[in-house]
């Protein structure tokens, strides 16, 4: 659905390049590290804890006091009759892919801002900081026709051609788009699960429109060998609709007026919303990647900081 947007040029409708550039310096308060503040939402109170860079096995070497006993090799201490530890080394980075969701679906926004704008936000608040903390960062940037494909690079000028993709696909959303759909969410999980091998980091920025049935076994394959996460972005009116509220919404070749004071059509509208994120939660639970929520009522950056458990979000 779209809502037609009065100013076309309020970086709360759209954003571009070097807005998304610029929120850089600001994201340094963030961290997606295995090593949370205790209030956030990754810390694994909430969910499964962050995994992190993966090991590299070093060598063998005899034990010495203060090894860890859990690093003992029991079979070559068996065969040698000398306690033996295996030594591994962290990897000096990881891979980390964004999968930023900027379908026809994702403009609307009935209080701040439009959602596609929360995750263009959102996505590139997150690759400053995993470039900012050592890591290669890249990304799916999908509209409903275009894929944009950038491969983790731990290098400045990859990070800018990965937000000028994001900045490039919000800027040609807008009420009068008329899509045919040839890029569809499964796709870009699917996609995701061809480009990452094990112990990446994953995170997809999405209202996630369209999943179905496929969709649980992509997630759970990308949740077994990496670290995923799924920062949901929804207006509020999945929870309820403002009385007495009248709009005009759209999937480019198809209005309809939206009326909140006819309570069958509020009804169906909230239960809908309810069952998609009901099923995203089950299918956290069951595989154990977090749900990170995010809302259009609000900066991204104020909710990442919150929901990430630092000072500076607002209330």
């Not at 096995?57 to 040698?80: H, M, N």
């Not at 999908?142 to 800018?160: G, I, K, M, N, Y």
């Not at 000028?164 to 009068?176: E, F, K, V």
């Not at 009522?297 to 500076?312: I, M, N, T, V, Y």
Request: with cysteine; hydrophobic share 35%.
């Amino acid at each position: 659905m779209t809502l037609t947007a009065p100013y076309p040029n309020d970086p709360r409708v759209r954003v571009d390049a070097d807005h998304l550039l610029q929120l850089g310096p600001r994201s340094q308060a963030l961290s997606l590290l295995p090593r949370q503040p205790a209030r956030s939402i990754l810390n694994g109170r909430h969910a499964s804890r962050l995994r992190g860079r993966g090991l590299n096995f070093e060598e063998l070497r005899g034990y010495l006091p203060g090894d860890d006993i859990r690093t003992i090799d029991w079979k070559v201490t068996a065969r040698t009759g000398k306690p033996h530890v295996r030594v591994y080394t962290e990897e000096r980075d990881r891979p980390a892919l964004l999968l930023v969701d900027q379908r026809i679906s994702m403009f609307f926004g009935t209080e701040v801002y439009m959602k596609s704008v929360i995750a263009a936000e959102a996505a590139a608040i997150s690759a400053h900081r995993i470039l900012g903390q050592g890591d290669r960062v890249g990304g799916l940037v999908f509209s409903d026709t275009d894929v944009a494909e950038h491969r983790p690079q731990r290098r400045a000028a990859a990070l800018t051609r990965f937000l000028s993709s994001i900045g490039t696909a919000n800027s040609c959303l807008h009420a009068g788009l008329t899509p045919q759909p040839t890029v569809f969410l499964n796709d870009m999980l699917f996609e995701a699960t061809r480009i990452t091998q094990t112990s990446g980091l994953i995170c997809l920025f999405s209202d996630c429109d369209g999943l179905n049935e496929r969709s649980e076994n992509l997630l759970r394959q990308l949740a077994f060998s990496n670290d995923l996460i799924v920062f949901n972005i929804a207006d509020p009116t999945a929870k309820t609709l403002a009385p007495n509220l009248k709009m005009t919404v759209s999937d480019g070749s198809e209005q309809i007026e939206i009326d909140s004071s006819d309570p069958e059509l509020s009804d169906k509208i909230r239960k809908s919303m309810e069952d998609r994120l009901a099923q995203l939660h089950t299918w956290s639970r069951r595989y154990g990647f977090p749900v990170v929520p995010m809302t259009t009522s609000e900066p991204a950056l104020d909710q990442l900081l919150r929901l990430f458990g630092h000072r500076g979000g607002r209330r």
